[in-house]
């Protein structure tokens, strides 16, 4: 039998990902920055830093491909664990409280996609606490959009 194949764009993966998180909402936006600058942002955890609404600084405290366990500290002081996937194009990170996830990928036409989605996790669940997350999902791609207009 000859199944259709389909190839996903980050993004396309991304949604179907946070589909299966219950609460999550996705932002999107699509930026006129050719896609290896914005996915090289965002790969840069300087930036991640710099565009998370709470968060003061992330560190890579062990990689092993694209698996990353990262140590982020908040602006209330806050700390957080959080491991996952990090590529250019592609952060899914998990702490035992926390969920961030972004994705990048060409758009028809020009520019780049960029998807983004991340909230407070209820403890022992895949559920993000739905409260805020499309304000705080948009701050970060306003904040992004200027970092490369700059």
Do not use: Y
Not at 47 to 73: C, K, L, N, P, Y
Request: glycine content about 10%; charged content about 25%; proline content about 6%.
């Amino acid at each position: 039998m000859n199944w259709p194949q389909i190839e996903l764009t980050d993004v396309e993966r991304f949604r179907a990902l946070a589909a299966g998180v219950p609460g999550a909402a996705v932002t999107e936006r699509v930026l006129p920055q050719e896609p290896g600058r914005v996915k090289a942002m965002l790969n840069d955890l300087d930036v991640f830093a710099e565009i998370q609404a709470d968060f003061v600084s992330a560190t890579i405290e062990r990689r092993d491909g694209d698996h990353v366990v990262v140590r982020a500290r908040g602006a209330r002081g806050q700390r957080a664990r959080l491991e996952g996937q990090l590529r250019p194009g592609w952060c899914w990170l998990q702490s035992r409280f926390l969920i961030i996830g972004m994705a990048a990928a060409p758009e028809p036409g020009g520019g780049t996609r960029v998807a983004l989605t991340g909230g407070i996790r209820v403890p022992g669940r895949a559920r993000i606490v739905p409260l805020g997350v499309r304000q705080e999902s948009k701050k970060t791609l306003d904040r992004l959009e200027e970092l490369l207009t700059s």
